[in-house]
């Protein structure tokens, strides 16, 4: 692999507006501010998603978001990364996690999908698990409350609150991964929510 090869990040979510604010769209919000960040606009490309451009240190980025459910994640991400010669080291896949509290992230490499089925589908099309994935603590669900219906629920209006400071947080721990590797990017997720 030539470090010069292209990245690819791709936000897990499910399109439509009526998803936008869910916890399972956490992947989405984070590939959007990033975009934001570096005045690119997502534009729909032929392979189901959406995908913006920005360069970091002269390095390629594609920053997508399937359109396909987020279950069926893996077909997209796979087209995707044949299209633009993106190797699986280069590969991040945001996603909404239950086991980290909100306001609280994790990146690493491989790993198994802990129960989120767009990360299950996205490794299964590829045939490794040996990709990048930050993961953006959404918390559990209430007791009494199915895993289903809790991440298809909207942000809370306190969550929501808070949401601008952890989304920096990703998009400043995503940045220093393509510019700096995977150590440094790890430092630079403040793991806690503190």
Known sequence: MTTDAPWLIAGLGNPGPWFRLTRHNAGFLT??????????????????????????DGRRVFL????????????????????????????????????????????KRGGGPGGHNGVRSVGEVLGTRDFVRLRFGVGRPPKGQSVGDYVLKKFSDEELAAMPGLLDRCADALETLVRLGLNRAQDALNVSAS
Do not use: T
């Open 31 to 56: 590939v959007d501010r990033l975009a934001e960040r570096h005045g690119a606009r997502f534009r729909r490309r032929g392979i189901g998603s959406v995908v913006a451009e920005i360069e970091l």
């Open 64 to 107: 997508a978001k399937p359109q396909w459910f987020i279950n069926l994640s893996g077909r997209p991400v796979a087209g995707l990364m044949r299209r633009y010669g993106v190797p699986v080291e280069h590969l991040v896949v945001v996603q909404d996690d239950l086991d980290f509290a909100y306001g609280s992230g994790k990146l």
